[in-house]
């Protein structure tokens, strides 16, 4: 590109540290109709003149604190590249159209299908395999790239989409590298192009490169004095490990990888639980709690008000239930998951308030661990008193000197142009470890994309499921993800071993549903 069919936006300092950099992620949603690839590409097109950086490239950058630069198309440079893009061979197509018209959905993912035939409709809880990994390659990401390597060294944008349209439903998938932001900055993403494709123009980001979260970078007012010690200021359960730390850890690991759980053993997999089953759970965590509540007070212990856990501590609780129930009772265990800034945001911050950008184009994603627990002990917990655990872990984890502090060691030994080469974690090297994040709260299922009906029907397009994927270095073993509520139920997404899997204490007792040969 020449130099002025573009201008130059940094990367934020969180977006841009090793565990963002290393990570390209596909969401995939379900739509429950056949869509027009001619609407949904025209729609795209016209979003973009107005968000242009949704199509930026990035490059390395030496002015940038964080090493990184979008450079986002001016008009004249996104008229040239629309231009290249018609020419371009499909893989290298941004926006790549795929016709799977001669099968269904249910060929493609088992754990979907459209209405009247809705997993929620039909059956209880289930497991359901992924796509053949050829075949979801080919129709989530055949157009997507496959590192950041790769996207500093080519014409690739920061965002790709493919649509698949099968005969009863139309698969879309965004495929970014993850130091485009977090998950809001995707349904930003797509919310922009839904309001386009019903006829009315988005604003454009403004504030575009402030980088909220500056101030806990190198050289920074909030970062603290002890940031770069040999002791810095650690969130519970985080511990910067020494080298017999690291000779156990990588001890364990190795075990773990050939030994205990082989990486051919690992797959990912979906679950689905019906609404009413979850609401069951929520009954069941509520008289628990109150038994909780009962024994504190015998116990002595101030109780304020009545004990409370939300939806998502339930979910995680169930979670942790079924992935723990191959382990021994005496085997240590130290669970995390994610909070985010913009609810919970640190020292030196206000939620919702000028601190933070307008535009949803930044990640504010981060890692709590959770209090360590042996496994038979979380195995006796019951539901409620389990979910209480998890929400008052995250509760501490994410208060707002424990998100300074994470930040600040995050921004100063993590950074993707120069880490520092400390290795930090949030457990001892000996725990097992088990990691969740929550989307239901993003709510993709509340996307309408019905203007783009190919039958032109007005009757909304709805969202039957989510799938998603991730592409990073090593191995993706115990990593849980909330999904959404759609279809009847939620969706949960894991990666675990067969083991795991099969074992019928844990998801070994409900219905698998196995997905068809491949038809590519």
Known sequence: MDADDYTVIPVHLLDATVGNADIVARVSIFFDAPLS???????????????????????????APSGLGYHVLTPEGMVKHLDRQARAPNHLKDFFCLDQSHRSITDYYPGVGVSPNAPGQSRGVFVADGA????????????????????????????TIQVTRFNDATLITVSVSHIIGDLFTIKALLKAWERTLHGEAPAPFEHLGRDP????????????KDVMSNSPPLPPG??????????????????????????????????FIP?????????????????VEQRRKQQGVEVQGPLVVSRSNILYAWILKHNHAHLDSQQWSSPVTISNARAKPPTGMKARSDDFPSNDWYGASMVVALPSVKVGELMSMSIGELSLHIREGTQEGSSPENARRWLAFNLHHNLWKKPSGKFVFWSPPNHHWSGLSDWRLIRLQDLDLTPARLDQSRERVAICAFNSHMLLPGTQRDRWVCLGDTGGGTWLLGIASDLEWQNP??????????RRASKL
């Open 132 to 159: 053949d990994p050829l075949d979801q390659q080919h129709c989530t990401a055949f157009n997507g790239i496959k590192d950041l390597n790769e996207l500093i060294s080519s014409d690739r944008p920061i965002a």
């Open 37 to 63: 690839f001619e609407k949904l590409q025209e729609s795209w097109h016209q979003t973009l003149q107005a968000r242009p950086i949704m199509q930026a490239r990035v490059r390395r950058s030496t002015s």
């Open 505 to 514: 204490r844990g998801f070994g007792k409900y219905p698998r549903l196995q």
């Open 213 to 224: 979260f500056r101030d806990y970078g190198p050289g920074g007012r909030l970062a603290g």
């Open 275 to 291: 609404e009413t089953e979850v609401k069951d759970l929520e009954q069941q965590a509520r008289r628990d709690l109150v038994e």
């Open 238 to 271: 985080w511990r910067v490990y020494g080298l017999v730390d690291k000779a156990r850890f990588l001890s364990r690991f190795l075990w773990d990888c050939h030994i205990s759980r082989p990486e051919k053993s690992i797959s990912q997999k979906y679950i």
